[in-house]
């Protein structure tokens, strides 16, 4: 049976779009997304023209050309005889292992701060105060030439090292800070080596695995199994037993003092460390902030009853109020990874080459193109921050809570 109301079957009518609640949402959607693609596309042919016109086209073909020009921290092999891509591809791998490093380092700071401040002991609750608000209001680029004028100022040149009474030594004969930067030993890979790297990641897959039977467990029959002794043998034993019995394929080479320089091992510059520091005590600040949020939006009952069960502090804090908090912390610490990926463009400050300091520095001025430069380090920015985006969202609801 049907009402007065209701439109007949079939009798769809070119004004429906406009007077039926039903199509008209859809009809101005459809209308407004014409608008834009109309104005893009406006804008777009009228840019290719005036290039045309002023003998600008855009080509992407500089980037096969001979770059030039040198790279001091240099991940892969490179030199200026190398094209303008390959500079560009050490320029994205430099601000990888920046932003790489300078997240993990600041999750640390920034976790351990914000559970800091709220602290019973007065003494670290207000030194972290002091931390969080001298280090967040003052911009991030200040704290880079900081730190590199410091260890610059500070360390001892590699000259220091030399003589029969050196003014300077290595660290455990393996590790020479500078005004430089530090070296460090480098891993020489052997046959069978990629057996012993296979089973050190089969093994941080099991210490994973046990960590998440345990805590399901606990939450499942309230057996406590312990975490700590059981995840180190996890992940040791079996890599060490695959090391001795491949014949111990993984060597040290360390570095050595020769001529002017220390030659071998791995050289980490002072403008990666003052970097790789300045932006996670800097994001670490924030990130403090979004703990302590986090920790204070869960109800203070969850950890009275964690108490009154015979819980210690510590317990109570790892298994019951930071599992509820992350549902608070996460959206916000992606925006701070967000902006370590972007602040790393920074780099330029202390001469450390990332992909700014390289595709858009060097390369453009010596090409001219720097509308294909820019297009480019937008793509990279871009797509780093959506993948980011979507790794941190993946996680974001895998630990949010769910309705039983």
């Given at each position: 049976m049907t009402s007065l109301t209701d439109p007949p079957a079939g009798s769809f009518r070119l004004s429906m779009l406009l007077n039926d609640t039903r199509?008209?949402?859809?009809?101005?959607?459809?209308?407004?997304?014409?608008?834009?693609?109309?104005?893009?596309?406006?804008?777009?042919?009228?840019?290719?023209?005036?290039?045309?016109?002023?003998?600008?086209?855009?080509?992407?073909?500089f980037l096969g050309n001979q770059s030039g020009y040198d790279i001091n921290q240099r991940p892969i092999e490179y030199d200026s005889q190398s094209p303008h891509l390959r500079a560009a591809m050490v320029g994205i791998l430099n601000t990888l292992i920046v932003s790489f490093l300078a997240c993990l380092t600041a999750t640390v700071?920034?976790?351990?701060?914000?559970?800091?401040?709220?602290?019973?002991?007065?003494?670290?609750?207000?030194?972290?105060?002091?931390?969080?608000?001298?280090?967040?209001?003052?911009?991030?680029?200040?704290?880079?030439?900081?730190?590199?004028?410091?260890?610059?100022?500070?360390?001892?040149?590699?000259n220091a090292f030399r003589g029969a009474e050196p003014s300077a030594s290595m660290l455990w004969d393996a590790f020479a800070f500078t005004n430089r930067g530090i070296y460090a030993p480098?891993?020489?890979?052997?046959?069978?080596?990629?057996?012993?790297?296979?089973?050190?990641?089969?093994?941080?897959?099991?210490?994973?695995?046990?960590?998440?039977?345990?805590?399901?467990?606990?939450?499942?029959?309230?057996?406590?199994?312990?975490?700590?002794?059981?995840?180190?043998?996890?992940?040791?034993?079996?890599?060490?037993?695959?090391?001795?019995?491949?014949?111990?394929?993984?060597?040290?080479?360390?570095?050595?003092?020769?001529?002017?320089?220390?030659?071998?091992?791995?050289?980490m510059l002072g403008s990666l460390i003052a970097l790789w520091f300045a932006l996670a005590i800097y994001t670490g600040a924030f990130i403090a902030e979004n703990v302590r949020a986090g920790i204070q939006a869960i109800s203070k009952g969850q950890s009275?009853?964690?108490?009154?069960?015979?819980?210690r502090p510590k317990r109570i804090m790892n298994l019951v109020i930071l599992p509820q908090a992350l549902r608070?912390?996460?959206?916000?610490?992606?925006?701070?990874?967000?902006n370590i990926t972007k602040n790393s463009s920074l780099a330029i400050a202390v001469g450390y080459m990332d992909i700014t300091g390289t595709l858009g520095g060097i390369t453009?001025?010596?090409?001219?193109?720097?509308?294909?430069?820019?297009?480019?380090?937008?793509?990279?920015?871009?797509?780093?921050?959506?993948?980011i985006s979507a790794v941190m969202n993946m996680y974001n609801n895998a630990v949010k809570l769910k309705e039983r």
């Amino acid at each position: 049976m049907t009402s007065l109301t209701d439109p007949p079957a079939g009798s769809f009518r070119l004004s429906m779009l406009l007077n039926d609640t039903r199509y008209r949402s859809y009809t101005f959607q459809f209308i407004a997304l014409i608008c834009i693609i109309s104005l893009f596309s406006y804008l777009g042919v009228n840019l290719v023209q005036n290039l045309a016109q002023a003998g600008l086209n855009i080509s992407f073909d500089f980037l096969g050309n001979q770059s030039g020009y040198d790279i001091n921290q240099r991940p892969i092999e490179y030199d200026s005889q190398s094209p303008h891509l390959r500079a560009a591809m050490v320029g994205i791998l430099n601000t990888l292992i920046v932003s790489f490093l300078a997240c993990l380092t600041a999750t640390v700071i920034g976790v351990f701060a914000g559970v800091a401040r709220l602290s019973p002991n007065w003494l670290l609750r207000k030194l972290m105060a002091v931390y969080v608000e001298a280090f967040r209001n003052v911009p991030v680029r200040i704290w880079i030439l900081i730190i590199f004028s410091v260890m610059t100022a500070v360390l001892p040149a590699p000259n220091a090292f030399r003589g029969a009474e050196p003014s300077a030594s290595m660290l455990w004969d393996a590790f020479a800070f500078t005004n430089r930067g530090i070296y460090a030993p480098k891993p020489l890979w052997g046959d069978g080596s990629n057996v012993v790297v296979i089973g050190f990641l089969l093994s941080i897959a099991g210490a994973i695995y046990y960590r998440r039977y345990a805590t399901k467990l606990l939450y499942a029959t309230g057996r406590l199994l312990p975490m700590g002794w059981p995840t180190l043998a996890i992940l040791v034993l079996p890599s060490l037993i695959l090391y001795y019995l491949m014949g111990r394929p993984i060597s040290l080479e360390y570095p050595e003092l020769k001529g002017f320089n220390f030659t071998g091992g791995v050289n980490m510059l002072g403008s990666l460390i003052a970097l790789w520091f300045a932006l996670a005590i800097y994001t670490g600040a924030f990130i403090a902030e979004n703990v302590r949020a986090g920790i204070q939006a869960i109800s203070k009952g969850q950890s009275e009853a964690a108490a009154s069960l015979g819980l210690r502090p510590k317990r109570i804090m790892n298994l019951v109020i930071l599992p509820q908090a992350l549902r608070v912390i996460i959206p916000p610490l992606i925006s701070q990874y967000l902006n370590i990926t972007k602040n790393s463009s920074l780099a330029i400050a202390v001469g450390y080459m990332d992909i700014t300091g390289t595709l858009g520095g060097i390369t453009l001025n010596q090409t001219g193109r720097a509308i294909e430069c820019v297009l480019l380090l937008m793509l990279f920015y871009l797509t780093i921050s959506l993948s980011i985006s979507a790794v941190m969202n993946m996680y974001n609801n895998a630990v949010k809570l769910k309705e039983r």
